[in-house]
C-alpha cells in the first residue's frame, strides 16, 4: 500500500531486492534526495532507524562503536553513516559474524573518505545503490511504476486531438528546469524555490566542499558555481 505522505520511489524496488542478497546495502545521493524520507518511512516496520547526525547519538559512536552497536543491533538503518566513517569497521566484524542478508542499511551523502571508508571495510559486502532527486515519473507520483519513454510521452499529451494539435497535458519544462526536481520543492509547491535552493548551495558550501576541498573564501567559490552554471547555456 502506497503511503500518502512519501512520494513512491522508483530505487525502492531495487533496494528491497539488494536486502535478500547482500548483508548491509548502501543508499548514497546528494544532500535532500530523499534518502533519509525513503528509509525511515519504508523501512521503519522492520528495522530500527538511527540518525547519526544527532550529536549526542555520534558522540557514543565515537566513544565507544562497540557498546553502540550492541545497544542498536541489526535489523538496522543507520542515516547520515558519513559522519562516523570509523564505524565501517565494526560493522564489517559484525556481518563477517552473521551474514545474514538485510540486516544493515546504511545512507550518506556521497564523499571521497565515505566511499574510501566503504570500499575498504565493507567491499564484498555491500551494495551500493544511489538515490537521486526526482525524476519525472516520480515527480507524478509514478515511481513505483515502470515507464517506457513510449508511455511518459502519451502521458505527457492530451489523448483528443491530432498529432499536430496536442497540448502538453501536466509537464512544463520551464517549471522543471527553474524549479528543479529535489523532493522537498517539487512535491510542495508552496516553497519559495529562490530561498530553498540559496540554502542548500549555502549548506553544500560549508559542510561538504569546505570539507573536501578546505576551501578558504565560499564568496568566490560561491562565484565560480554561478560561472558554471551560465556557462551550461553555451553547451
Known amino acids: 500500500m502506497i503511503e500518502t505522505h512519501m ?19 548502501l543508499v548514497t545521493g546528494p544532500r535532500q534526495s530523499g534518502k533519509t524520507t525513503l528509509l525511515s518511512e519504508r523501512f521503519r516496520a522492520t528495522h530500527r532507524f538511527v540518525s547519526l547526525e544527532n550529536p549526542d547519538i555520534r558522540a557514543r559512536v565515537l566513544e565507544d562503536p ?20 570509523a ?6 566484524s559484525a556481518i563477517d559474524e552473521d551474514r545474514r542478508p538485510g540486516q ?10 565515505l566511499m574510501q571508508g566503504v570500499s575498504q571495510s565493507l567491499s564484498g559486502r555491500v551494495a551500493v545503490l544511489s538515490l537521486l532527486p526526482f525524476s519525472w515519473a516520480e515527480g507524478q ?17 492530451s489523448e483528443t486531438g491530432n498529432a499536430a494539435t496536442k497540448q ?28 530553498w535552493c540559496s540554502s542548500y548551495i549555502q549548506t553544500y558550501l560549508e559542510r561538504d566542499v569546505r570539507q573536501v576541498l578546505n576551501v578558504g573564501d565560499l564568496n568566490v567559490f560561491n562565484r565560480f558555481l554561478r560561472l558554471c552554471a551560465a556557462a551550461q547555456d553555451r553547451f
Open 168 to 195: 502538453p497535458a501536466t509537464f512544463s519544462l520551464d517549471d522543471w528546469l527553474l524549479r528543479g526536481s529535489y523532493p522537498e520543492i517539487r512535491a510542495n509547491q508552496n516553497v519559495d524555490r529562490q530561498i
Open 66 to 85: 562497540i557498546g553502540f552497536l550492541n545497544e542498536h543491533s541489526p535489523p538496522i538503518v543507520l542515516d547520515e553513516i558519513q559522519y562516523t566513517p
Open 87 to 92: 564505524l565501517l569497521h565494526y560493522i564489517k
Open 141 to 157: 507520483g509514478l515511481g513505483d511504476r515502470a515507464q517506457s519513454l513510449d508511455a511518459i510521452l502519451k502521458r505527457l499529451f
Open 7 to 25: 512520494l513512491p520511489r522508483t530505487l525502492e524496488e531495487t533496494l528491497r531486492k539488494a536486502l535478500k542478497t547482500f548483508p548491509a546495502v
Open 104 to 113: 544493515w542499511i546504511l545512507s550518506g551523502s556521497q564523499s571521497f573518505p
